[in-house]
């Protein structure tokens, strides 16, 4: 018989997360032909080796930390995560494709990452490095991605969250792990039901790949529609030079608030994170605020841009989105300021916004932070900035091709989000054996 299903099957068979219970492994009736036990009877752990910082390079093997663990059981490697090894080592710390690793110290804030897993999948060589478990079977019977699918489990891992020791490093142990309650099935339910999670894993790794390459094909737009590389047909027209105070003036956010006049109120303001993550403000996501009548503030209207004033990379100043829609009494946070078209402009602040997120537009605001420690961006600075601009019907142009691009991203990446919350909770459900991919009359007893 089959053991994988289809994806695009799984959301009538078994719905989203919302409909799923929180149970633990203890408080969950034994399914029949399943046996309650605890991951010291499944797994040992082999433990990492102290590599000596002396080495540590910019080339070489990668020398595993936690922090290339990712929590959705994977491993990354960027340059600002990962560490290298130029020393001597015995090949017996190096890992092997398809190994199961377990984070077993973890330094981020809210501590989820202790625990979590990853698999080996890697063409460079890779250092086995203190504080990464390598899980070694003890019943080549049992299921190596079952395995993993049950160590990215709700259950267990708040287990290991809450028999954590430490308190700015948290820390899990051998003991700790092998102590842990676990519903086992039978070798054939468990290929079953790891089968059929990896049906959903791969459907959202497609999908990021997708993703990643519509995102791709838009910085390629970018960077020839914002430039004039590449004309869209029917535009021939010359572009012109101007600075941006010649196309409008800037204000400032909120003034002479403390934090007690945030989080209620009738009025509205654009919080920092929204400037930075979007390029067109999200209207849902919008903080709370006291403003009364007789306060001189500055309200954000349609078509207005909105610019960081500050932030602690230079990377990162500037950074641009614009209003879209009509909202009413709403305003922009102490750390930005805004910026408004000249009165009958017929400039595109859509086209604006893409082209100050654009690499150009990006190296231009790079060449004004000021600043440190911390980089400020000057509003007076901004207003001198020059640059070429195509004619308005060509923005409209280039910013409906742009904005075309991100709607399909953002139907794609909701897709995928949603196919997660869907494998949660069949993972919720296949690994209590509330649902049952094997009947329970073939199961071996």
Request: hydrophobic share 35%; with cysteine; proline share 4%.
């Given at each position: 018989m089959s053991t994988s299903i289809n994806p695009a099957h799984a959301i009538s068979r078994f719905g989203?997360?919302?409909?799923?219970?929180?149970e633990e492994a203890l408080e969950v009736n034994v399914p029949a032909g399943w046996q309650r036990t605890s991951l010291g009877d499944i797994l040992s752990l082999k433990n990492g080796f102290?590599?000596?910082?002396?080495?540590?390079?910019?080339?070489?093997?990668?020398l595993l930390t936690p922090g290339n663990f990712r929590l959705d059981g994977g491993l990354h490697f960027d340059d600002r995560n990962t560490k290298r090894y130029r020393g001597p080592y015995d090949p017996k710390m190096t890992f092997e494709q398809g190994d199961l690793l377990i984070v077993m110290t973890d330094l981020t804030p809210d501590c989820n990452l202790l625990g979590r897993p990853a698999v080996v999948h890697s063409d460079e060589l890779i250092l086995h490095n203190q504080r990464i478990g390598k899980v070694i079977l003890r019943d080549r019977s049992t299921d190596r991605k079952f395995l993993f699918y049950l160590l990215l489990s709700r259950p267990y891992l708040d287990h290991v969250k809450e028999m954590a020791t430490g308190s700015t490093v948290r820390h899990t142990s051998?003991?700790?792990?092998y102590g842990i309650p676990v519903l086992l099935p039978s070798p054939v339910e468990q290929r079953a039901i790891a089968a059929a999670l990896s049906d959903v894993?791969?459907?959202?790794?497609?999908l990021d790949k997708i993703i990643a390459k519509n995102r791709t094909i838009k910085?390629?737009?970018m960077q020839q529609l914002?430039?004039?590389k590449t004309r869209l047909t029917g535009f021939t027209a010359k572009w012109r030079h101007t600075k941006l105070g010649q196309l409008g003036t800037t204000y400032g956010g909120l003034t002479?608030?403390?934090?007690?006049d945030f989080g209620s109120g009738t009025a509205r303001y654009i919080p920092f994170l929204n400037i930075m993550n979007n390029v067109v403000i999200d209207a849902s996501y919008l903080g709370s605020v006291r403003v009364s009548e007789s306060e001189s503030q500055n309200a954000a209207k349609v078509g207005d841009l909105f610019f960081n004033g500050s932030s602690e990379t230079p990377e990162e100043v500037g950074m641009c989105a614009v209003l879209l829609q009509e909202i009413h009494d709403v305003y922009l946070n102490s750390f930005c300021f805004g910026f408004r078209l000249n009165n009958g402009s017929d400039e595109n602040g859509l086209y604006l916004a893409y082209f100050f997120r654009s690499g150009e537009g990006r190296q231009l605001l790079y060449s004004l932070a000021q600043g440190a420690t911390r980089y400020n961006l000057s509003k007076t600075s901004l207003l001198k900035l020059e640059f070429r601009i195509p004619p308005p019907e060509e923005q409209t142009a280039i910013a409906t091709v742009l904005s075309d691009i991100d709607a399909e991203i953002a139907a794609l990446e909701q897709r995928r989000d949603k196919t997660k919350a869907i494998k949660q909770g069949m993972a919720q459900v296949l690994l209590t054996g509330r649902s049952r991919l094997?009947?329970?009359?073939?199961?071996p007893a």
């Open positions: 989203s997360t919302s409909s799923c219970r929180k102290a590599f000596s910082s002396d080495f540590f390079c910019d080339s070489g093997p990668i051998n003991k700790t792990i894993d791969r459907l959202i790794n497609a910085l390629a737009a914002l430039t004039g002479g608030k403390n934090k007690a094997v009947k329970p009359e073939v199961v």
